[in-house]
């Protein structure tokens, strides 16, 4: 069985705070996929990052970093000096190349606010 | 990069009536499409994968003959809520995969249900 776990169901920052969002995932299989997506306001779903289970290599894109730690289970995502523009439902979410399915297991999101 | 095309974005229809949601790829073939379903402020439950040619398979708790999904060619799936009630209200969104099993979900826009 196959699961995400994002423990901070809110988060408020003020403007210009770094901020960390927890992802801490569940599988047996050794090969696997961590994604994680950004859901505005307005409902779409915005692709940000993709990590195979054999690349522990962190990454950073602008103001966005990811950690991926395997020995921990954990995918999380940091966002620094956060914006207004920022603030969506955040999720992670976990696909395992087992079942030879493309479906994602998505965590329950976060909520970030970011205050002006 | 791979778009999908979800229509209609809001729909209100009255208690008995059904609605009829389409998911298009725009640039690519998808032969497997996923329809997800989102309560307000919780995460997407995956509600069906749909399938090219072949009857959809329908996660634990899904009604099929409710959601009605017919995958009608290689670029298209719907999703048709038949005898609609209020308790369907809710933002219905599909996905398809852009590639490997490597490659992220691409997700429509999402439809917005709101039944009176």
């Known amino acids: 069985a196959q699961k995400v776990t994002q423990a901070q169901t809110e988060i408020s920052v003020v403007e210009k705070e770094d901020v960390t969002l927890d992802c801490v995932y569940e599988?047996?299989?050794?090969?696997?996929?961590l994604f994680w997506y950004k859901q505005p306001p307005s409902g779409e779903l915005v692709f940000l990052i993709r990590?195979?289970?054999?690349?522990?290599q962190n990454e950073i894109s602008g103001r966005y970093s990811w950690n991926f730690q395997k020995s921990t289970s954990s995918f999380n995502f940091t966002i620094t000096a956060s914006q207004v523009v920022d603030s969506a439902v955040y999720f992670c979410?976990?696909?395992?190349?087992?079942?030879?399915?493309?479906?994602?297991?998505f965590g329950k999101g976060t909520k970030l606010s970011v205050i002006p | 990069g791979a778009v999908v095309s979800q229509h209609p974005s809001r729909v209100i229809c009255k208690s008995g009536t059904s609605v009829k949601i389409e998911c298009r790829s725009l640039?690519?073939?998808?032969?497997?499409m996923f329809w997800y379903r989102q309560f307000p402020k919780q995460s997407l439950m995956l509600m069906a994968t749909s399938n090219e040619g072949s009857k959809a398979t329908y996660e634990q708790g899904v009604e099929k003959d409710k959601f009605l999904i017919n995958h009608a060619s290689l670029t298209l799936s719907t999703l048709t809520v038949t005898s609609a009630h209020p308790e369907d209200s809710s933002f219905y969104i599909c996905?398809?995969?852009?590639?490997?099993?490597?490659?992220?979900?691409?997700f429509g826009n999402g439809t917005r249900l709101t039944v009176t």
């Open positions: 599988t047996r299989d050794t090969t696997y996929y």
């Open positions: 979410a976990l696909r395992s190349s087992g079942a030879g399915s493309y479906q994602l297991t």
């Open positions: 996905s398809a995969p852009g590639g490997g099993l490597n490659s992220p979900l691409h």
């Open positions: 990590r195979n289970s054999f690349d522990e």
């Open positions: 640039d690519f073939q998808a032969t497997t």
